[in-house]
């Protein structure tokens, strides 16, 4: 079979593989094309460096936790390495990275695993200074940690139970 030029053009318009790319670069209002021209949005994870900072970030809360006479006996296992994998997962997975927390635990539902906890105003108060102690050792863009910063002090609040 032999085509014009313009007959292969036309074929080729009207090829699946051309319709379904057509699909992904759609445009929007402004005249943006979707997919083609934008990379996919850069996540604070990406900017900080991915797991190794939530992971050097909560091992740093920990060591607060292991030295204070309030939050450390409310912990409830003494080698404090599953805990800080859990909330670094947990973080990771929530500023954009694998949802690898989700995986291993299911849906976070804080405030249920928090329910046996006694999250009075105090350990809040507690909790909250001893993160942002640790977020303030940490190296990175002043706009991400505004926006790490302000995330924890919203939770922290949402999880006062007492
Ligand atoms: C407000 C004060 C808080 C207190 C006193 C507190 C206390 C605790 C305690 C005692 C545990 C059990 C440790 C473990 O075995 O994992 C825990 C787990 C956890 N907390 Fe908190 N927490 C607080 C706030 C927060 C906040 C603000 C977050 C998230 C931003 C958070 C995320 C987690 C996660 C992800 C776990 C592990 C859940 C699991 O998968 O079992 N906590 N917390």
């Given at each position: 079979m032999s085509y014009t030029r313009k007959g292969t053009k036309a074929q080729v318009l009207q090829s699946k593989s051309l319709r379904v790319l057509r699909g992904h670069l759609r445009r929007d209002g402004d005249g943006t094309v979707r997919g083609m021209d934008e990379a996919p949005e850069e996540t604070l994870y990406d900017?900080?460096?991915?797991?190794?900072?939530?992971?050097?970030?909560?091992?740093r809360f920990y060591e607060g936790v292991s030295d204070d006479e309030?939050?450390?006996?409310?912990?409830?296992?003494?080698?404090?390495?599953?805990?800080?994998?859990?909330?670094?997962l947990f973080l990771a997975q929530y500023w954009g990275g694998p949802p690898t927390y989700s995986e291993l635990r299911g849906h976070p539902r804080l405030r249920m695993r928090h329910d046996p906890y006694k999250i009075t105003k105090k350990a809040r108060d507690a909790w909250l200074?001893?993160?942002?102690?640790?977020?303030?050792?940490?190296?990175?863009?002043?706009?991400?940690?505004?926006?790490?910063?302000?995330?924890?002090?919203?939770?922290?609040?949402q999880l006062r139970n007492r």
């Open positions: 900017r900080v460096g991915g797991l190794a900072f939530f992971v050097d970030l909560v091992s309030f939050l450390g006996p409310m912990y409830p296992e003494e080698d404090h390495g599953p805990a800080i994998e859990r909330l670094a200074g001893l993160m942002l102690g640790a977020v303030d050792e940490m190296e990175m863009d002043p706009g991400d940690r505004a926006d790490l910063v302000a995330y924890l002090d919203l939770a922290a609040h």
